[in-house]
Structures are given as C-alpha cells and as structure tokens.
C-alpha cells in the first residue's frame, strides 16, 4: 500500500493504553457545523460499542475551522485523533493518511457529514470480528438527491466490474489487511470493494440508514458523473488486463493478422479471377499484419512489466 507523504500533526488528549479493536477513518472537508454534533454521536456509541474503537478525523485542507473544532474535541474525548492535510487532496488520500496512523485491526470509512447513523458502524464491524466476511459495505437505504446518479453508476458498475454488492459507493468496514498492499489512485475508495474482492477477499453487504444532509454542503457536482464513468472504465479494464496484458494486445493483434489475412485473400481473389490487383489492398494487407505482429510483440513487453510487478509484490508483501 502507498501511504500519503503529506506531514499529519495528530492532537490527542492522552496516549491510550489500550489498543483499539476498530479504526473509524472520517475524512471532513469544509465540515465546521457537524464536527461538534459527530463527535456527540461516538460519545454516544462509545457507550454501548460492543468492541473498542479510535477515530481519526482526517481534515482534507478545509478552509473554515474544521481542523480547530476537531481539535477542540479531540482535547475533551481520549478517542479522538485528529490530522491535517494543509491543501485539499482528496478522500482516497486522506483515507490512506488514517490507514498509516490506525492502530485498529478492522478499519471502516465513515465521512463526517451525519448523513449516516454512527449505530450503523455495528452492523458492519460485527461480521468482520466474527471471521464471517473480510469487507462489509452499506446499501443505502433512505431519501436522498443523488439516489437516481447512483443507482446507474452502481448498475454500470455491476455490469463492467461483476460485483455481487449494490452498493459501492457508501460507509464499509474492512480488515487492516485488505488495504495493506492495495495501490490507491486519486478517488479510487469508490472501488475499494472491487479491488478487495480481486484480490480474493470476501465481502458481503448490510442495510444502512442515509439521511438528507443538514449542515454543510455536499462535494458532488455535475462534473463527477463523466469521471466516475471514466473512472469506472479505468478500473475495469486494469482488473481485467493489468495481470495478463497478452490477453489484451494478444487478441487485437490476432485480430489485425487475421483481418490482414482475410484482405489477402480478396487481393488474391482481384488477382486471380479479376486479372487485376488493387495496390491499395495489398498496402492494407502488409499493413494489418505489421500492426498485428507489433502489438503481440507489445504484448511480450507487458507481460515482462507485468511479471516484474508481481515480484515487487510478493516482495512487498514479505517485509515487516
């Protein structure tokens, strides 16, 4: 896994002894209004928590005074941590700074817009400590204004990707290990239960209450939808040709010989029956079959880079 590099200043009232079960990862980006009522909520839970748990409220270059109503909190609650990012990086990289510092095994991404019922961190946790599944995501559940965008990014999703859950894009709970050798690209958390069950791990969905937002306002525009599907088209063809490219350039290149083929013998046909040959056939022919061979030669390359990450990995996956 590749952490952020950005320098994090952590405030904590006192060092707790006790190591924590569960790392609840909030990254908050302009959230000023809900820091105070949030942190009221995980007062609350952190009575009847059937497990421990940490926060890490993660503030993403915030230009109100997020970072100093965390703070501020985290002085009065020992299970508070807070960091800062002093510029705007985004939810993935704010997520793999609370992955660096949590100290939980299980960690779950809970944003900090009291959208979702903090009671609902249970329903996703407990699965996990009973060795039933590895990730656990939320299937919203609820009135809210992006429920049409989402339901066609999640259908396209299933349709491109194969994934069994409905919901990608919500609150989850997953083991440390899941993330711990997963390469994250900027707004790649969307994909997380994608690139986890990829990797073999299991994962399984749960019914979680989305409330309309109250304070603040919400990061999605317009803009989001065409790099969503792109992004989405990204993902989908890394999972499928990234560990075998020869699949890839293999069958394009085949295709193109093929094709050059199939045009050989109509030039052959002209030549024959005709008494004529089409010179422009001919040059569509040799180039067919250059184009063929030079990408099953490509394909060779990728499958060379594609060996050479592997060992870096299984490498990566050896040192302490």
């Known amino acids: 896994m590749t952490f952020s590099t950005v320098k994090v200043d952590f405030t904590v009232k006192r060092a707790i002894a006790k190591k924590p079960q569960v790392s609840i990862i909030v990254p908050a980006c302009n959230e000023e209004e809900n820091i105070q009522p949030l942190v009221a909520e995980f007062v609350g839970f952190a009575k009847k928590a059937p497990f421990s748990f940490e926060v890490l409220l993660v503030d993403d270059g915030s230009i109100d005074r997020t970072y100093e109503a965390a703070a501020e909190q985290a002085k009065k609650h020992p299970f508070l941590k807070v960091a800062r990012h002093r510029v705007n990086r985004g939810i993935t990289r704010a997520l793999e700074t ?3 510092n949590a100290r939980g095994e299980v960690f779950v991404f809970f944003p900090a817009d009291l959208q979702f019922l903090v009671s609902d961190i249970s329903k996703l946790v407990q699965p996990i400590l009973a060795d039933k599944t590895d990730l656990v995501t939320g299937r919203k559940v609820g009135r809210y204004s992006k429920r049409f965008v989402s339901g066609i990014y999640n259908l396209l999703s299933r349709l491109l990707l194969k994934v069994k859950v409905k919901d990608l894009n919500s609150i989850k709970a997953f083991r440390r290990e899941v993330v711990k050798d997963m390469a994250l690209r900027k707004d790649w958390h969307r994909y997380l239960v994608v690139l986890a069950a990829s990797d073999g791990w299991r994962t399984s969905e749960v019914d979680v209450t989305l409330k309309p937002r109250i304070h603040g306002r919400s990061k999605f525009g317009i803009w989001r939808i065409p ?26 290149g085949g295709a193109s010989v093929f094709s ?34 030079l990408l099953v030669i490509a394909g060779f390359v990728a499958e060379q880079i594609a060996q050479l990450r592997a060992e870096i990995e299984t490498l990566r996956r050896k040192l302490p």
């Open 260 to 293: 050059g083929v199939v045009v050989g013998l109509v030039y052959l046909g002209f030549l024959i029956f005709a008494k004529t040959g089409l010179r422009s056939l001919l040059f569509l022919v040799i180039l067919l079959v250059l184009v063929g061979l």
């Open 227 to 252: 790099i969503g599907v792109l992004d989405l088209i990204s993902v989908s063809f890394l999972l499928r040709y990234s560990r075998k490219p020869m699949l890839l350039f293999g069958t394009l």
């Open 98 to 100: 609370g992955f660096s």
